[in-house]
């Protein structure tokens, strides 16, 4: 095998590795992918401002992600369904990010529960959650995180009705999430981990285990947590869940000043701002063009996070320097899971924090906690005024 | 078959089904289809400004277009020969505008009459005219429009002299409209619907049908036709119509604000900013670059309706929020019409109410009447400024 | 074949038809091409105002160029070595002019003399001119050209030195011209045509015929041309040519106000902005963009004609729009007659005045003389601004 | 062999010629090119002002590098591994150069030693220094560089960390050079040279040599190398050489105004603006866009050299027209190189005169120190503003 050199080299071997309907399901976005695409291609379009003859024999990447201790400014994304891309998918990834050092979000979607989790990982980890209409079992979701010792409860704000990915419904993976799975994976073909998903051996959708007795199969389960999203939810909500939860937490899909504001307000430590990717609202904003009308207007009252696009440590030098705290990624770990299991992820890590690490080393600059807008040229310098 | 996700599912149905002489006329544009591309890719360019936390439970598309009530601010435009896309064209899309509950518009240029589809049709629909040389017909087809109880009138503006699009000559199908069908379908491949508009079976140009007596074939029409287009049209003939015609009057084929202002003066109700569908005036502005302009003009005084790359629901979005009432498509239901007949016309629309309603949830608007410019981020923000 | 529907077609005949060395000659650019893929880019950049309700039954192209009536805004270009795309290029070109009514321009670097062409066209012609290191002989041509009764001088000013075509030298097509025939048109494959040039049937470079005796090929006829520009020609030397030719002068190769003041205060009546198709100055602007500022530094005191990506009747009318008074075509006319001969000239010519003719049309512009910069959209109005 | 016309033909043929390693070696750039590629695209985008009728008989390009006479503004940048493109490659080159009349630049990182070129040169020639850890060895360059009477030192600053190229690991070529040779060349195909390299007949890695005695292969040469790169390098180093180079001192990789007015406050007689070929910091600003404010900054205290993309008499035109005295060619000589040995890298060079010659004549510059930003086509002007 080709060494690997940057995360694409790990999406190319998940691409090979996995099922197609998989691959799409973590690859792909929303309706048009113009967000998704808008979101590599304005962090591309970033330029950064080289400086030498700086002493940078001494670097740091260590910081503090929302309370926490982190070895770098990086974290990872909650993504659904985590454990379909490798059985105990959310494990392998957990177990990855407290070797790195780094915080672990876990999905209201996952394959692994809470508790499962819990019984894997030394280290805190966040989880994300959905506010559902049975408000009930929300409340028990976010007891059992607090249970679990979660450090942070990760709040999605912008799934309140959810974005078709056309693929995922050619390939027999509904939306919502109608997990036709003997559709979806070839069953000559299928990993034994696709096939021990099926039988239940580990516990499937976890999370949701102990609420829905008597279900007959993984469909039923995805049928009704499509149900469940609530799209009444409104800032209101906050408070509730702001009363259930003394803890961290962070408000995620913050795209605009005004919602940061709406964020702050309401209680929230951080927020992450984000896109989801580019599988919910196309034609929004990239994250990188939304990141600094929003530290503007909130970054000196809570923690600004960044997620959207982050594929190299040049990416994540970026985010930080238009204000971002610091970074999660979602495709990038999960192209490591797919391509190599908990190996991969820790790679994908890795890149990241050499990327990071080389490209401070060469915009001059310490330590992480010094990374400001000066990092990048502005655009009323340099060719545009020849 | 794959399930269709979005229009351009159907367009790749109606590819393979249709001969390539038909497909290629209602997909290409005129000249170098600057401006037909320009219509998609300046509407791709906007980006949406998402919000989170909006009570969005209850949300609403309905409208009214030009005082009608629709279910959703879409129409179907008038488009030249329906007829041949599918046999009974006109009358399948009709029936399925009917059963969405949107305006459906009857080209002069149709194989069925205005009758045809009057007996098959129970809701209003309009009836689209070109004024020709001889006034005379075009009163009678305004009379017949009045007998069928057409409920709006909407003349259109852009084809005093009629634009080549290349292939429809390479293919056989002449401009003017010459219908060389015996050449432009393959006959060993043609489906029954060709050979029955080829034999006469539905009446062909049936607007036309009384008009010209003892013509012997399709060409004849087609040529008479093409000599009726009158370039010495001008506003004062508005005025003629006007007076014919005391229901409501639509001109279609506005793309600046002085056209704009004269037909508001004019007496129209409503006008809808065109440019063809980029089948006209190539290099003409995309229609969604000239629709602000328009709005600011006379968007308080007449209706502005919008038409010109709508191919998704989040089109329809940032034609609404730079100003348009509701939006008109062609294309879109022409690909559905090939691909399904009647059902892939209802397909088509209920895609597009999907993707709107989606796209409006994510930018927290709940009635498609509280649709402002706020709906699209400035390009004065965000990433230009950093 | 195909219907012959816009200059693409023919150009993809003349690809089809002509040995691989003479397409290249005409159709490539120097050096990366860079300023010959700029005429194009830009010119296709540009917006067409629509107007609509115009009375535009009666249109009028007719117009004069720089003193001479003419059906069209349209010229014939001079280009070198025609006569090699197609035997008796030169006459051919200059009969279809001749037909449709449009100047034709004879080089200096022809395979028919001036001689010839005069016994060939009733019309008046234009002779270009390089002055050459040799000045009795450039005095020498300019004395044919007044016995030829010709109407006009074209001095050449933007080939003082010579460009590199990439192509030309690997084709086997020297540069100066270094015409090694025998190795770039492949003797087994080669038409009539050529034979005939290499043959010298037809008076081969027929101006230079009697100036050079006892020369044995055409290579040593092309070294001694290559020898003969004269990168000393200025300013002063515009007065040389002035005082030898009292009738119409045009300067061709004037791509900035500052020349263009030059030209005007020498006593030229008209200048030709064009950077030579792209074939000289590799990264020089792209004609259309040069425009603007030439006209107004001189547009109201000598007649500023367009050369420089034309192939369509919208691109003729965008060049008029910012301020030429008529445009001249190159590739565009080496295409028709390479091909289809003068038949292919014609045709090329007819499509230009039917595209231009719709598109005034739907611009509301009945005289070719009421073009004017309100013809475009400006940048600053539209989409840019929302 | 078709003839060599730009540089893009040496670059075609080098890649024919050399092992996939080494050409992508040179070649490629790091992470992902974004900075490498914008080099290029950002030197096409600029527009040369075309004069006309401007007296160009007499042209000259000679000039004056950092205090010795040029034939023309150009130099051979210092390229790690030279001697693996073509065995001797350094000593290739430099003879090129001295043929040429231009500066050679020898890398610390050579296959050739200092002494090796020394013997081989007659003329003066510069020598590029890393400073390393071990600064008793970098003082014993120096010294060496001294007795070789090396005309200047060029003092490389963006190196302190090194920058990854993606293929250069794939192809078994590590970062830090761990130069595996006999994975990267293929045995049965590899070239005499590589062999010759293998078996050290050349002393391999020269400078080197005799500070490390008993190593027994490349690998360990290069191990040491890489660990021998100091990132505590800063401007108070710089003094520390300064004083013990009395003579020509260069500093190469500066990349923005600050860093710039550090080097001439420190004593360097020139600067290099450059970002490594788009091989360290990836997205850095390309150098063309770095360089205005650099000259303005300190343009009128040291001179200003310029490296980055530059592959045509035209691109090396614009640097000097945006401040740089001269340019320094890095791949453009390497594919000459490869291609065709010394031959190679003097045709490289005269391709570039060439280009530069024309380009200057056609822009009405008879002398290279006549070229000033009125060489460019502001972006103030033309089209954009229509």
Redo the contacts between chains.
């Keep these: 095998m080709?060494?690997i050199?940057?995360i694409a080299?790990l999406r190319a071997i998940a691409q090979r590795k996995l099922p197609r309907a998989i691959f799409d399901f973590i690859d792909r976005g929303s309706?048009?992918e113009?967000t998704m695409n808008?979101n590599r291609s304005?962090l591309?379009?970033?330029?950064?401002?080289?400086?030498?003859?700086?002493?940078?024999?001494e670097?740091s990447l260590a910081t503090n992600i929302v309370g926490e201790p982190a070895t770098m400014p990086i974290a990872i994304a909650p993504t659904g369904l985590t454990g379909l891309v490798r059985g105990d998918g959310e494990i392998l990834a957990a177990r990855a990010a407290q070797a790195v050092g780094v915080p672990y979000c876990l999905s209201t979607m996952s394959i692994c529960s809470i508790e499962d989790l819990r019984a894997e990982i030394k280290t805190p980890f966040w989880f994300q959650l959905y506010v559902m209409k049975d408000r009930e079992f929300s409340k028990s979701l976010i007891e059992r995180a607090k249970q679990a010792e979660c450090s942070a409860l990760v709040l999605t704000?912008?799934l309140?009705?959810r974005?078709?990915q056309?693929l995922d419904?050619?390939n027999g993976l509904g939306v919502p999430p109608r997990l036709t799975l003997r559709n979806a994976l070839n069953v000559a073909t299928k990993p034994m981990w696709a096939l021990r998903v099926l039988a239940g051996k580990r516990k499937s959708f976890g999370n949701l285990e102990g609420h829905l007795a008597g279900v007959e199969n993984i469909k039923q389960y995805a049928t009704w947590i499509g149900g469940q999203l609530?799209?009444?939810?409104?800032?209101r909500?906050?408070e509730w869940v702001r009363d259930l939860w003394p803890k961290k937490l962070i408000l995620k899909?913050?795209?605009?000043a005004?919602?940061a504001k709406?964020a702050a307000n309401g209680g929230a430590d951080a927020i992450i701002v984000s896109?989801h990717g580019g599988r919910?609202?196309?034609?929004?904003?990239?994250s990188?063009?939304?990141l600094?009308?929003i530290v503007d207007a909130v970054g000196d009252r809570i923690e600004v996070l960044f997620d959207g696009g982050v594929r190299?440590g040049?990416d994540v030098l970026?985010a930080l320097a238009?204000g971002a705290k610091s970074c999660l990624i979602g495709r990038a770990f999960l192209y490591g899971l797919g391509a190599m299991g908990e190996e991969g992820v820790r790679i994908a890590l890795e890149i990241l924090r050499?990327?990071l690490?080389?490209?401070m080393?060469?915009?001059g600059v310490r330590d992480v906690h010094d990374v400001t807008?000066a990092v990048?040229?502005?655009?009323e310098?340099?060719?545009?005024?020849?």
């Design positions: 080709q060494p050199t940057h080299d309706y048009d113009i808008a304005d591309a379009s970033l330029r950064l401002r080289q400086r030498v003859m700086v002493d940078v024999s670097r704000l912008d309140q009705v974005a078709q056309h419904i050619k609530d799209p009444s939810l409104n800032w909500d906050l899909g913050v795209l605009n005004e919602d709406f896109n919910q609202l196309d034609s929004a904003s990239s990188i063009a939304a600094p009308a190299s040049q970026k238009l050499k990327e690490d080389f490209s080393a060469l915009t807008r990048l040229v502005s655009p310098r340099g060719l545009a005024q020849n």
